[in-house]
């Protein structure tokens, strides 16, 4: 009796998973890359470990066309010779795949010396047609006043239903 109503349940609970992801669509691919100031806004020092914040403005292109300010912190252990970690919280405002809105997105990173910036990011909230935009990737770049783009990012994003 237990094994049929097991059985049961599990047809169900199969049956509404499968209608429930039938309505996102289908994962779409992203890149791009971005340039950015910034200024610092805070700093500390703490047992050789330099924390800094900062306000940042930045330029987007590719998938994400638009403009973002973003607030970071960033911890250089063992300073200056150590690695950075970054943490960054953005307030997009232009368009992704052609749709208009805002967004938030949050960047995680880290830095070893000599090397290249490196992390992940992911899509928070958003409004307007970008409301049921999600989305996750990677980025990296040399940073700040490098030649060419800043930051490239890579992803795939999906909208769900409303």
């Known amino acids: 009796m237990l094994s049929g109503a097991f059985s049961t349940c599990l047809v169900a609970l199969l049956f509404l998973l499968s209608i429930s992801g ?53 911890v250089w252990f063992n ?15 232009g368009t992704a795949m052609g749709r208009s809105g805002t967004m938030v997105i949050q960047l995680v990173g880290w830095r070893y010396l000599p090397g290249e910036w490196a992390g992940q990011w992911v899509i928070l909230s958003g ?8 989305g996750q990737g990677t980025w990296w770049g040399p940073g700040f006043g ?7 990012y890579s992803g795939s994003v999906h909208f769900e239903p409303d």
């Open 22 to 74: 039938a309505h996102a669509t289908e994962p779409i691919l992203v890149s791009g890359t971005f340039d950015y100031v910034f200024t610092i806004t805070g700093e500390r020092w703490a047992d050789g470990h330099w924390f800094i914040e900062a306000v940042e403005y930045e330029d987007w292109v590719g998938s994400f066309e638009g403009t973002a300010v973003s607030f970071f912190r960033v």
């Open 79 to 93: 300073f200056p010779s150590g690695p950075l970690n970054v943490w960054l919280r953005g307030d997009f405002e």
């Open 127 to 134: 409004t307007g047609e970008l409301a049921n935009l999600h």
């Open 146 to 152: 490098a030649v060419g783009p800043d930051i490239y």
